[in-house]
Every structure is written in structure tokens, then in C-alpha cells.
């Protein structure tokens, strides 16, 4: 490896300690997590506090791990936030002397005892890497740090080949193992049970559910307070990229036909939302203009969705994932969080209208002109005319969080929305709600290939929107016919037309609105496609 730019080091920090005990001093931590953690975090693309005034960071817990060549630390960290607000952290170190480093990334250089090194994240290191690896094959347990290694009943590895990084790194670090394992290291922790853990496991232990990556394996610590899920093994996929990218690729070519065929977009039959289409229900003007392929493959990503489903809602044993049916504290609760929701969002619309034009600016104008009647949906769920059930669900489901195996769809991910508290992630709701996010994920793929070639169709962008609505109409038509009939073969309790009708617009209002948020915030010329799929939902008419 190359030497580190000593031009960028700055002075190290001086600590009259060794390593060993480092954890144990009180001016170790405290400089460590005021001047030293402080100043590295803030720039790592796993830290969720850039858009927060960072008040001070506390060290909750740490434990030892020991190799025979080092020592390392995990330690798990409290950001205190200016804005009243905390979120806590995990991260494992280690000191590194300069021969042994295998890294740029420093987090600082220090003096530990007269002895020179740098503090690093022991990810980086190999050494530390395989040590995780061995520690979970052989279940290892640490009491006193109420530390634990989980072997999965799937994991056939005994020893330790490779490891490597995976790909750039997001809200967590993935690890790659021997080519065939990955180990998720979760960098934003809860004082609670990961559902990425915790729905992963049951899916492969419990229920055998081959669509998604097999359970592996897992690190975590226990508290009183519940257990702290810091990393996850999983089979490692073959695969060929995700759902998102294989459906912009297919929706590039099925609007490149357009020309080709020279299809008047304004003569294409078109089919209400939420109509259930066999294949032989397509219109042969259709599958002339998308071609067969695409809905066959969408037919067996519904098919896998409708799998998942039937696989987290068909157990009566273990109660985490036990159906319920809907009651009046998930109204209130459901109520609650979708009205402080809309308002949220209708603020930033407001805050942010001198952004847009055209036709996002009549959508949104249309949005604040039918406001009420919008917010009057959320409020008029009526729980006591439900008769389907509510269970477990991926909770952020959509295409980028599908791979694409040959012609077969593996399903990943299963933390839960973003924005949720780790409880709210756990509340059991209906399955359309994931059914929900894969039409708005659909929806954004059409929308998303019109805005990145806008000279590449030949057409007006406000036909290439009417042919795009078109298009998704009978995207969820033939998901919705096959998702429906594998559903109830599989015994799930989805309820009968009316109330799957209800369902679905009632989340994909929900979904639509969420996103709003986002695109108004970060790119406010795509808000148009959450206004466009809410006026759909709405069946508002628009002049486009």
C-alpha cells in the first residue's frame, strides 16, 4: 500500500495510556468522542446528522475484541443533537502502527504510550475482518460484554478466505466473504431488534423463503433494554444489477419503439388503474408497441411479492409476525402519523412553489386547491369496514431493492422506511402497502427514463407522459391479477375488490405524498411525478 500524505496528518493526539485499556480512561473518551469522533463523522456517508447542528457525542458502550496481532473496539456512540434530537452510532477501532496500516482512511494519528500509530476504522483492516468471520462461524459468545456471534443453520463456511469491500459505501458497510457471503455492518444502530435481522432470519430458518438472500449469521449485543442488531451475514446473490436498473433499461427501449413503430400515442387503448389483466388481457396494440417480455417479468416479480407476503403473514406461533386484523389503536396511530405527515409536506410545497413551472406547477396548484378533499382520504380510513388482515412487510419496497437473478427477482432489504422510527417499522400493516411502493417505483422508472433522454424520443414530453401513464396503467394491471390470484391461493387475507381498490389508493396517496417531501427538497422539477401520480389517484383532470 502507499504511504499516507503525511501533508494532510494533522498533530497527533498524545494519551500517557495503552491501547489495551484506552476504554477504560476517562480522558481517553472524552477527547475521543469530543475532538477526535466528532471531526471524522461528519463527512462519512453512513452519518445521518449533516442536516442537524451536532451538539455532542457520548460513548454508550464499548467492547474488546482481540486477535493475535491486535486489539480492537467497538464502540457504540450517542450523537446529541442542538435540534433536541439523538441518534446512535457503531463503529469499530482499532491503532494501527504505520507498517501494519492498510488504509488512507485515518481518523487520527495518536501517540499511545510513546508508541505512534493512527486510529482507524477496523473495518479497513483485514486482520479485524476475518476475525468477525470466525467469530461467527464458531458462535462465539462474550458475556461480560454481552457480546454475540450468531451461526445461521444455512452457514456451510468453515474457514476464512477473502474479504473485501463492497461496492461504495451507503448508511451501512457491506462486506464481501470467500465470494459467496456478505455481512452487513449497520452503522446507524436502535436499541432494538434490526427487522433486516429479524425478517431475514425468519424468512430463511422459519419459513424457507428462497427469494430473497439466505440468513447467514449475525452480530449483536444485548441490552436490558433489547437487543442491538450491529451486523447481519447473508448468502451473496449472482446477480445481473438491480430491478430499478433492468426496468430502465426495458422502458428505454419500449418508449424508443414508439418511433420506431410509428405509434400514434393518442390511438393506444388505454385501461383504468387497478384493472386485473390476464397476459391474453393486453391488447395486442400494447405488446406490439412493449413487447411480451416485460409483462412476464413483472408478472414474476408479483408472483415473488405475493410469496414474501404469504411467507411473513402465515405463521401463528411466533407472534412478531402473527396476522392481526385492524382495530381502532392502528387507526389512531395510522391517522396520526398520515395527517402530521400531509402537513409537513404541504408546507414544503408551499415554501417551495417559485420552483417550479409547467406542468409540475399546475399539479401542484391542483394539490393545494384539493388539499382537503386529499387529507379528507387519510382521515376517512374506517378500520371496523376491514375484514383483511395486517402483517409484517418489507415496509420501503421497490425496485432498487429487487435483484435481478436470470429471470428471476430476489428481494433484499429489509430495514423499513427510512423515516420511521424502529416501532413504527414493526407495526403490522396491509401487504398492498409494499404492492403500493412497487407501483410508485413503476411509476418513477417511466417518469425517470422520459426526464434523462428528453431528446432522444421524437415526441412532445407531454405525449411521452400520456403514453408513460398508459404504460403504467397496464404495468399494474397485470402485477395486480397475478400478485391477487397468488395471494389468495396462498391463503392471505387480502380481502375481497372493493377493499383491495381502497387499500391500494389509500398507499399510494401515502407513498405519493412521502415522496413529494424528497423530490421538492433535493431535484423540485421531478416533483412532478408523485403531483402526477396523486392527481391520478385522485382521478384530478389535468390539461397534460
Known amino acids: 500500500m502507499d504511504k499516507i500524505n503525511k501533508d494532510e496528518i494533522k498533530d497527533p493526539f498524545v494519551f500517557n495510556i495503552n491501547w489495551d ?45 482481540m486477535s493475535k496481532q491486535h486489539t480492537y473496539y467497538g464502540v457504540l456512540f450517542e450523537v446529541n443533537f442542538k435540534e433536541a434530537f439523538y441518534q446512535h452510532y457503531f463503529m469499530p477501532i482499532s491503532f494501527i502502527s504505520e507498517g501494519d496500516l492498510e488504509t488512507h482512511t485515518i481518523i487520527a494519528p495518536v501517540i499511545m504510550n510513546e508508541k505512534k500509530g493512527y486510529l482507524v476504522d477496523a473495518l479497513h483492516q483485514e486482520d479485524f475482518r476475518k476475525l468477525l468471520f470466525e467469530n461467527i462461524v464458531h458462535s462465539a459468545q462474550f458475556p461480560k460484554d454481552n457480546l454475540e456471534f450468531h451461526r445461521g443453520v444455512k452457514l456451510d463456511a468453515k474457514r476464512y478466505e477473502s474479504s473485501s469491500f ?30 433486516d435481522y429479524e425478517i431475514s432470519r425468519f424468512l430463511t430458518e422459519r419459513m424457507h423463503f428462497k427469494n430473497s438472500p439466505a440468513y447467514k449469521g449475525s452480530i449483536s449485543v444485548n441490552f436490558p433494554e433489547g437487543n442491538v442488531t450491529l451486523g447481519l451475514m447473508q448468502e451473496l446473490v449472482e446477480n445481473q444489477g438491480d430491478a430499478w ?37 393486453v391488447p395486442h396494440e400494447i405488446i406490439d408497441w412493449a413487447g411480451l417480455k416485460i409483462f412476464m417479468r413483472i408478472r414474476t416479480l408479483a408472483t415473488r411479492t405475493a410469496e414474501m407476503h404469504i411467507a411473513l403473514g402465515s405463521d401463528i406461533h411466533e407472534t412478531a409476525f402473527t396476522p392481526l386484523t385492524y382495530n381502532g389503536d392502528y387507526s389512531v396511530w395510522l391517522k396520526n402519523r398520515l395527517t402530521y405527515q400531509f402537513q409537513n409536506r404541504l408546507n414544503i410545497l408551499e415554501n417551495n412553489l417559485h420552483k417550479l413551472d409547467g406542468l409540475a406547477l399546475e399539479l401542484a396548484n391542483q394539490f393545494l386547491d384539493n388539499k382537503k378533499s386529499i387529507r379528507k382520504v387519510f382521515v376517512d380510513f374506517d378500520w371496523t369496514k376491514m375484514k383483511s388482515e395486517r402483517i409484517r412487510i418489507h415496509g420501503d419496497f421497490h425496485l432498487g431493492q429487487v435483484l435481478v437473478k436470470d429471470d428471476d427477482f430476489y428481494i433484499l432489504d429489509f430495514e423499513g422506511e427510512p423515516e420511521s422510527t424502529i416501532r413504527d417499522r414493526k407495526v403490522k400493516q396491509p401487504p398492498l402497502k409494499d404492492v403500493a411502493g412497487m407501483f410508485r417505483s413503476f411509476h418513477y422508472a417511466i417518469y425517470a427514463t422520459i426526464f434523462n433522454n428528453k431528446d432522444k424520443y421524437l415526441y412532445e414530453q407531454a405525449d411521452l407522459f400520456k403514453a408513460g401513464e398508459l404504460l403504467y396503467n397496464y404495468f399494474v394491471g397485470v402485477f395486480l391479477y397475478t400478485y391477487i390470484e397468488v395471494a389468495q391461493g396462498g391463503n392471505l387475507n387480502i380481502g375481497y375488490k372493493n377493499e383491495i381498490n381502497f387499500l391500494l ?40
Open 21 to 65: 485499556n484506552a476504554f477504560n480512561e476517562e480522558d481517553f473518551i472524552k477527547v475521543f468522542s469530543s475532538e477526535i469522533l466528532q471531526n471524522y463523522i461528519i463527512n462519512k456517508r453512513w452519518y445521518g446528522g449533516k442536516a442537524s447542528t451536532l451538539k455532542y457525542i457520548e460513548i454508550v458502550d464499548s467492547f474488546k475484541l
Open 166 to 195: 463492497m461496492g461504495v459505501e451507503q448508511s451501512n458497510t457491506s462486506i464481501i466473504y470467500n465470494d459467496n457471503l456478505v455481512l452487513k455492518i449497520f452503522r446507524r444502530i436502535y436499541i432494538n431488534m434490526n427487522p
Open 245 to 281: 436498473k433492468f426496468m430502465l433499461e426495458e422502458v428505454d427501449k419500449i418508449f424508443e419503439n414508439l418511433a420506431y413503430r410509428k405509434i400514434v400515442i393518442s390511438r393506444l387503448p388505454n385501461v383504468e388503474l387497478f384493472a386485473r389483466l390476464r397476459l391474453n388481457d
Open 505 to 544: 389508493k389509500y398507499c399510494l396517496l401515502e407513498k405519493a405524498v412521502y415522496e413529494l417531501g424528497y423530490e421538492l427538497n433535493s431535484r423540485p422539477t421531478w416533483s412532478v411525478i408523485p403531483l402526477s401520480g396523486i392527481a391520478s389517484i385522485m382521478n384530478f383532470k389535468t390539461n397534460k
